[in-house]
């Protein structure tokens, strides 16, 4: 079809031949586009063969633009039926979809899923690697050395069949997949995807609010929270350097001036006390913000004493600090929701009016109230007006999703505080586990020392919220001294 307009739009067609209008297409707009508009403007001929349609005739029974309604509702009506069952069938507590690598069928109820023994210990490690800092890649290569069967050889050997010519080759892809579904969380997750409309194939993600979640239905692999965690690492990606040195903090460093992110540097002739962080916007001091240089080890030591001084804070008096915790997110969370909420009303509105607008002008079209040059022009505008409304509406979706939580967070961390009774030392899983990110102060040497604020933001906490334990500390230029805001 697409090398036919093509064809069409050269001249080089002269007539074009269908059986019936329904072969050509069942998009009411886009078909009468075609034939009354677009085809006589190229001046080729368009036959219907059994509905008797000739357009060198003209319209003969006039019924065309009816027909081509009818032609429309047919499969809009057949979609709208698949549609409602399988709705239903998703909607009733069951899963729609083959159990993923790490369960399989309850052989006694083919709609359950159980844990696969060999393959969930794989997916458990895999979730484990991905806190303790390592990427997609780098769990691919550790798989792989270990000679773990990857998730094809392992249903292979289930079902005796051979092994593929690489049994332990594990892809990056196959790892993000895994580190992706939710359902490891023991929940049933369906209509994770949608598409916009039964003439589009496109599969899109849809949005959280608009999934249908139903936790505790299988036993879980990995816990919500470290899900969560997962996800938020896997935006921020980490690169080794030549040095095969990774930062301890890397991604989760931000320029206070710029918002930019701080890059790990280091050399091989440097010590491990000479790694540093700097902005990525200060490139040598051609760019456009200052260095705010910080060293690693520096860094190191204040957020190992801001996380044992927290684990101490939350111990003394675990009440307190959940009550205040609890009254600054709901009051400011609601307030925030609910003005987003109303921007989505007024986005999906507008979607819906521009919708009737393209019907309206491609009539106008039809009937000849409107010149083909004004009606690809209104149409464009229209559509290009669309485009971004959906965008703005996919993105504030989003937002209200991610940020409709309840007081999950909250009991995460103080288990997390029972966990880690003592902390010796800083670990890339303990930094994941508590750290959300790191603002970074540009130095202060107006008193003679250098003085660098540091602000940690922690997992449970949102950027803005002012509880006592996110105030800054400060570096000061002789690491060994150090002060607290």
Request: with cysteine; hydrophobic share 30%; charged share 35%.
């Amino acid at each position: 079809m697409q090398e036919g307009f093509e064809l069409v739009k050269q001249g080089a067609v002269g007539c074009w031949i269908v059986k019936d209008m329904s072969r050509f297409g069942r998009d009411y707009l886009t078909v009468g586009q075609y034939t009354e508009l677009i085809f006589p403007s190229y001046d080729v001929r368009f036959i219907a063969v059994n509905d008797g349609v000739d357009s060198e005739r003209g319209d003969s029974d006039g019924f065309n633009a009816i027909r081509n309604l009818f032609n429309e509702w047919y499969p809009r009506d057949t979609s709208k039926k698949v549609r409602a069952s399988f709705r239903q069938k998703g909607t009733s507590g069951k899963h729609v979809g083959h159990p993923p690598y790490g369960y399989k069928s309850d052989p006694n109820d083919k709609e359950q899923w159980i844990l696969d023994e060999e393959a969930a210990p794989v997916v458990k490690r895999i979730f484990d690697l991905c806190l303790d800092g390592k990427g997609p890649s780098q769990i691919a290569r550790i798989l792989e050395k270990d000679e773990v069967l990857t998730v094809k050889s392992l249903y292979a050997k289930q079902k005796g069949k051979p092994l593929p010519e690489r049994p332990y080759s594990w892809s990056e892809q196959s790892i993000v997949g895994i580190l992706e579904r939710m359902e490891y969380t023991g929940c049933i997750c369906n209509f994770k995807t949608y598409s916009k409309s039964y003439k589009l194939k496109k599969r899109i993600p849809n949005s959280v609010e608009d999934m249908y979640i139903q936790p505790d239905a299988q036993e879980a692999i990995v816990t919500q929270q470290q899900w969560e965690r997962v996800q938020e690492l896997r935006k921020n990606k980490r690169r080794p350097t030549k040095t095969e040195r990774q930062g301890l903090f890397s991604g989760l460093l931000y320029c206070a001036d710029c918002g930019e992110k701080l890059y790990f540097g280091t050399c091989k002739s440097f010590n491990a006390n000479k790694d540093r962080y700097v902005c990525s916007r200060y490139k040598s001091g051609r760019g456009t913000c200052s260095a705010h240089y910080i060293r690693e080890d520096v860094l190191k030591e204040l957020v190992l004493e801001r996380i044992r001084a927290v684990n101490a804070y939350i111990r003394e008096d675990a009440e307190s600090f959940a009550e205040e915790w609890l009254a600054y997110r709901q009051t400011e969370q609601d307030n925030r929701i609910r003005e987003y909420r109303r921007k989505l009303d007024k986005a999906e509105k507008r979607l819906a009016e521009l919708d009737v607008l393209i019907s309206r002008v491609y009539e106008d079209a039809v009937f000849g109230r409107l010149s083909n040059e004004r009606y690809l022009k209104m149409t464009q505008d229209y559509e290009a007006e669309q485009k971004r409304v959906r965008m703005e509406a996919d993105n504030l979706r989003e937002w209200i999703g991610q940020h409709e939580k309840t007081t999950d967070d909250l009991s995460h961390f103080m288990k997390l505080v029972e966990k880690y009774v003592d902390v010796p030392e800083l670990t890339q899983t303990i930094v994941n586990e508590y750290i959300r990110k790191i603002i970074v102060h540009a130095p202060d040497k107006s008193s003679g020392k250098r003085r660098q604020k540091i602000q940690i933001i922690f997992n449970f906490m949102e950027d803005e919220e002012l509880l006592s334990l996110n105030e800054p500390v400060v570096a000061l230029s002789t690491h060994k001294k150090r002060e607290t805001a």
